[in-house]
């Protein structure tokens, strides 16, 4: 790998590519050549990165020569079609998608968790679930000192999860109330101003949806705890681009709210905000453009034994999506 190294982001355009652009430059990622991709639709757009322009081309097989690194962020069909030509190149791929996430020989990978996952990849390197990643930032040091065994969590997600068109139906609705009249609804099966759908994607024959089994499966395969018992609800709130959720986790050692706190403030990317009396406590306004996820609101649950139940929230474009693929890739430099 050249140095500094020839980097390659696929989905440049969309909401997460404009992002790992801002992370990459606030992060003084040493970026040599840079090769922006994206469909035939947005080829000839110009993207701003350290003071110059840089036109986006189309994504074709043949883009990755002398790519060193590619982070994806295009959806999984593109990721699955696309990931292996850029292997096949010479790059290492950070895909953001759900496309081999699970795959057995994929690392699945959150730098302050599991950085030395990444290090056994063969080419490509799985970045977790938005709400997966927020979540285990605050579930992951109390794993360590107390050995999580069940995992109960209800999620409160950004209409940014749904991608570029979420805001902007959440924007309209809002817009078309305060002038008295309404927008239509159509990303979402309802309207997401001032309501809450508790349904994000597909449900299988159980009842649960893919958003909630894949927070289960990852959660699994990030914490290396494969017989993990966990039950999720996802549901999608009017809030622009933060996710937050109220966690119920119970371990296999008695538990107490000291060590918790200990734990936590010794974690990296995690900040405690927990002082009711002075409202102190992590909302989605507070932690939105934040690279570190805030958790609180923490107190031993009344019906399980040695159980936590806590609030987490973070940013679902930079630690959910862009912030943590660049750090991914910042294993590599």
């Not at 994504?59 to 962020?73: H, W």
């Amino acid at each position: 790998m050249q140095n500094p190294p020839h980097i390659a982001i696929v989905g440049a355009t969309g909401a997460v590519g404009i992002e790992l652009l801002r992370v990459l430059e606030r992060r003084n990622f040493p970026v040599g050549p840079l090769t922006l991709l994206a469909s035939s639709r947005s080829a000839g757009k110009q993207l701003q990165f350290q003071g110059r322009s840089h036109e986006v081309k189309t994504l074709t097989p043949e883009a990755f020569a002398g790519v060193d690194i590619a982070l994806f962020s295009a959806g999984g069909s593109i990721s699955k079609e696309y990931a292996p030509h850029a292997v096949k190149a010479g790059a290492v791929v950070v895909d953001n998608s759900s496309a081999f996430r699970m795959d057995t020989d994929v690392p699945l990978v959150i730098p302050e968790i599991n950085a030395d996952a990444a290090r056994h990849h063969r080419g490509i390197i799985a970045n977790p679930n938005c709400t997966t990643a927020v979540s285990l930032m605050a579930v992951a040091p109390l794993h360590r000192v107390f050995g999580l065994r069940t995992l109960l969590a209800s999620s409160y997600q950004a209409v940014s999860g749904s991608g570029a068109k979420g805001p902007a139906e959440l924007e309209a609705q809002l817009r078309a109330w305060a002038d008295g009249g309404s927008a239509p609804n159509e990303l979402y099966p309802h309207p997401i101003a001032f309501n809450v759908i508790p349904r994000i994607d597909s449900a299988d024959p159980s009842g649960y949806t893919r958003e909630e089994l894949k927070m289960v499966h990852e959660s699994r395969k990030i914490l290396s705890l494969p017989d993990l018992r966990a039950s999720v609800t996802c549901v999608r709130v009017p809030v622009m681009r933060t996710h937050s959720v109220s966690i119920t986790a119970q371990f296999e050692r008695p538990v107490s709210l000291q060590a918790a706190r200990e734990a936590w403030d010794k974690a990296a990317g995690l900040e405690v905000i927990d002082d009711l009396d002075a409202d102190a406590y992590p909302t989605p306004l507070a932690a939105e453009g934040h690279d570190n996820c805030f958790v609180g609101r923490a107190r031993l649950d009344q019906a399980l034994d040695n159980a936590l139940t806590f609030w987490v929230a973070g940013d679902q474009l930079l630690k959910g999506a862009a912030l943590n693929t660049v750090q991914i890739a910042e294993l590599f430099v």
